[in-house]
């Protein structure tokens, strides 16, 4: 195949809707939740039976047993109720569980507004989208000139604002990059350091607006405050978004380091860690390298801050302690090392060599790192001995 070519990818239009339809929506959002609900209820009663005939329900089993459901929806009608059959069939199969979360259509924990549909439930109709005999008016409804979507969703975010989410398919033009690779350490000072030097520092996007925030949660203010909370939740994103394609454009490979938000967000650096958004940037760095032929890995870190990148030896600084060292000479060969830089070229020199599928070995070493520090310190300690 050519690689000037251009390919089609998937990419996910996204519209808001205008206001006098939230209401409409809402009422919808409620009876789609009752199909949902009444799909998580029954899937997870048959895969329990006791008997031989227990089994994983797939999508077309459960839009058989909803079939000659619409009449009793005020709203939605049977090709909405078949959509949220099959994606919810979908979503429990990706999730390897026989029952998801229940769908709570009010109250503190209510769940956010979801709505899927068909491509063929969705027309234009003027200047507006016609749903299950509603019409919908869009804002930049331009973009939606000459495109074909396939089946997408009505999205409600935390604030209340209903979004229209179409898959379309683009035309793409697969070009090479002008450098071959990098190695990526993610951290909180700065989000992300390359091998090459280059840093992102972080927004703190969070604290930029905690002032806001705070007056605004002191009035009562809910919804100010939900809108606070996006403005920094866009800041991050589009922050992330430019730094990701960046480095799509310029690296054919991209390698980044497997550091668990998850794990962190337990201990006291959890604003930090949430306000750096290594899941999103990861995210982002993988469907775009996708979309542009490029190759993305996820490699273990394990001892990457302190392992010399020049002589592959163990000596740099270790543990909590050793954290506040942000440079540090190799006692082995002598190389000046910048912490974050040097874990980033030792996450790409991890790419190229054989790593374990648990990502715990060193690949510098037959020994575990720690087994070989002991190692080592037992041999210094019997040379005294002797002497």
């Known amino acids: 195949m050519d690689d000037s070519a251009p390919v089609s990818v998937l990419r996910t239009l996204r519209l808001k809707v205008r206001s006098e339809g939230y209401a409409w929506l809402n009422a919808a959002a409620v009876e789609a939740n009752q199909v949902f609900n009444y799909c998580n209820e029954t899937s997870l009663k048959v895969a329990t039976r ?4 227990r089994k994983l329900l797939s999508g077309f089993d459960l839009c058989k047993l909803t079939a000659g459901a619409s009449p009793y929806f005020e709203k939605i009608g049977a090709d909405t109720i078949q959509s949220i059959c099959v994606h919810y069939a979908q979503k429990r ?49 331009q973009r939606l000139q000459g495109i074909q979507w396939q089946g997408g969703c009505f999205a409600q975010d935390a604030v209340g604002d209903w979004w229209i989410c179409l898959p379309v398919k683009r035309e793409v033009e697969l070009t090479i990059a002008p450098e071959e690779e990098v190695g990526i350490d993610l951290g909180l000072k700065t989000i992300a350091v390359t091998s090459d030097g280059e840093r992102l520092t972080a927004g703190r996007w969070t604290q930029a607006f905690s002032e806001k925030l705070a007056a605004a949660q002191r009035r009562g203010h809910k919804r100010q405050a939900k809108r606070i909370h996006r403005r920094a939740a866009r800041c991050r994103a589009d922050a992330l978004h430019k730094y990701s394609k960046k480095m799509v454009d310029r690296y054919q490979k991209i390698v980044v380091g497997d550091v668990s938000s998850l794990k962190l967000v337990r201990t006291r650096m959890a604003k930090s860690v949430l306000d750096s958004g290594w899941g999103m940037l990861r995210r982002f760095l993988e469907y775009k390298a996708i979309q542009a032929a490029r190759s993305f890995q996820v490699v273990s870190e394990r001892n990457t801050s302190g392992t010399c990148s020049a002589c592959g030896a163990l000596s740099g600084p270790r543990g909590v302690n050793g954290l506040i060292v942000r440079s540090w000479i190799c006692s082995e060969c002598g190389g000046l090392h910048d912490r974050d830089r040097n874990a980033a070229r030792n996450i790409l020199i991890g790419s190229r060599c054989r790593t374990s599928v648990g990502g715990n070995e060193h690949p510098y070493s037959l020994l575990p790192p720690s087994n070989a ?11 005294r001995t002797a002497a």
Do not use: H, N
């Open 93 to 141: 199969r990706a999730a390897r569980r026989l029952k998801l979360r229940w769908r709570v259509s009010g109250g503190s924990r209510r769940s956010l507004g979801w709505l899927p549909f068909k491509a063929a439930s969705l027309k234009r109709k003027g200047v507006c989208l016609r749903f299950a005999g509603k019409c919908f008016r869009v804002f930049e409804r």
């Open 373 to 383: 520090w002991r190692v080592r310190e037992a041999g210094i300690e019997a040379a």
């Open 50 to 53: 006791t008997d031989g005939r």
